[in-house]
């Protein structure tokens, strides 16, 4: 978890609970792993019931829980201890953890720093790495997006493209096998397009540029309208009236979804 992603959960007036894992079982599949983990329910039930009688904002909320992130840190270590005990399983190094919960308690100003570090360290190799199954054409772009609740998102665009007096941003999803991404992709793509919908403006060095976010999906196998399945018809139908609301493009290998007929 990073400050950015419970920044971002304020910015979109969601609560957040800071929780941890409890129980676990042995992997059937690998071996000296766990899987079916349990959040500690109790707890989860004690912070439901705070917020059902809570009367302030989001961002509020957000606020107080990482006040106690520390604690819950210290509290998952200890669980995970626990969990690697009982079933006999080594869990990854205890020491790097102790070290993380250590720098976590120091207080939240600690923790949106060591977080922000560690975006930027993740923006960077973002930069410079390109998977082999993305179909993309134009350059990668570094994006730092801020926001007046504290929040920097040291983000990438797949493509970062300038024309005329706009700069696209383009988030790229890709299937080898199919004609489109997969649900859970296409909402992934969806959070990017959130954030690039929303910026008030941007600026390349020094000037500025009107943003046009661009949400663009690849496939394998060639695009047909009548080879989508029902489910899949639907699908586009919402994605193409989200992106004509929020003013976003939605591209099926280079072909503006807008003018696809379903």
């Given at each position: 978890?990073q400050?950015?992603?419970?920044?971002?959960?304020?910015?979109l007036?969601?609560?957040?609970?800071?929780?941890?894992?409890?129980?676990?079982?042995?992997?059937?599949?690998?071996?000296?792993?766990?899987t079916?983990?349990?959040?500690?329910?109790?707890?989860?039930?004690?912070?439901?019931?705070?917020?059902?009688?809570?009367?302030?904002?989001?961002?509020?909320?957000?606020?107080?829980?990482?006040?106690?992130?520390?604690?819950?840190?210290?509290?998952?270590?200890?669980?995970?201890?626990?969990?690697?005990?009982?079933l006999?399983?080594?869990?990854?190094?205890?020491?790097?953890?102790?070290?993380?919960?250590?720098?976590?308690?120091?207080?939240?100003?600690?923790f949106?720093?060591?977080?922000?570090?560690?975006?930027k360290?993740?923006?960077?190799?973002?930069?410079?790495?390109?998977?082999?199954?993305?179909?993309?054409?134009?350059?990668?772009?570094?994006l730092?997006?801020?926001?007046?609740?504290?929040?920097?998102?040291?983000?990438?665009?797949?493509?970062?493209?300038?024309?005329?007096?706009?700069?696209?941003?383009?988030?790229?999803?890709?299937?080898?096998?199919?004609?489109?991404?997969?649900?859970?992709?296409?909402?992934?793509?969806?959070?990017?397009?959130?954030?690039?919908?929303?910026?008030?403006?941007?600026?390349?060095?020094?000037?500025?540029?009107?943003?046009?976010?661009?949400?663009?999906?690849?496939?394998?196998?060639?695009?047909?309208?009548?080879?989508l399945?029902?489910?899949?018809?639907?699908?586009?139908?919402?994605?193409?009236?989200?992106?004509?609301?929020?003013?976003?493009?939605?591209?099926?290998?280079?072909?503006?979804?807008?003018?696809?007929?379903?």
């Amino acid at each position: 978890m990073q400050w950015d992603t419970v920044s971002l959960m304020s910015l979109l007036g969601v609560y957040t609970i800071v929780a941890y894992y409890t129980s676990a079982i042995p992997s059937a599949r690998y071996k000296n792993k766990i899987t079916d983990q349990r959040f500690d329910r109790e707890y989860l039930v004690s912070k439901l019931d705070e917020l059902l009688a809570y009367q302030s904002d989001a961002l509020h909320w957000n606020l107080a829980q990482i006040d106690l992130v520390g604690t819950i840190a210290q509290r998952a270590l200890d669980a995970y201890a626990d969990i690697s005990s009982r079933l006999g399983i080594a869990m990854h190094s205890a020491a790097s953890a102790e070290r993380r919960v250590q720098e976590l308690q120091k207080g939240k100003a600690n923790f949106m720093q060591l977080s922000r570090n560690l975006a930027k360290s993740a923006q960077k190799r973002e930069q410079l790495t390109r998977q082999p199954k993305e179909k993309l054409s134009g350059r990668k772009g570094i994006l730092t997006i801020k926001n007046y609740l504290g929040g920097n998102y040291y983000l990438t665009s797949d493509e970062a493209k300038i024309s005329g007096n706009s700069i696209h941003l383009v988030e790229g999803k890709h299937t080898r096998s199919e004609m489109l991404p997969s649900v859970e992709d296409i909402k992934d793509g969806l959070i990017k397009m959130l954030l690039f919908s929303n910026l008030e403006s941007a600026q390349v060095r020094t000037t500025g540029y009107r943003v046009m976010p661009i949400l663009k999906l690849t496939g394998g196998r060639k695009f047909s309208v009548a080879g989508l399945s029902q489910a899949q018809r639907q699908m586009l139908a919402k994605l193409k009236q989200e992106g004509q609301f929020n003013g976003f493009a939605v591209l099926i290998n280079r072909r503006n979804l807008a003018d696809i007929p379903l």
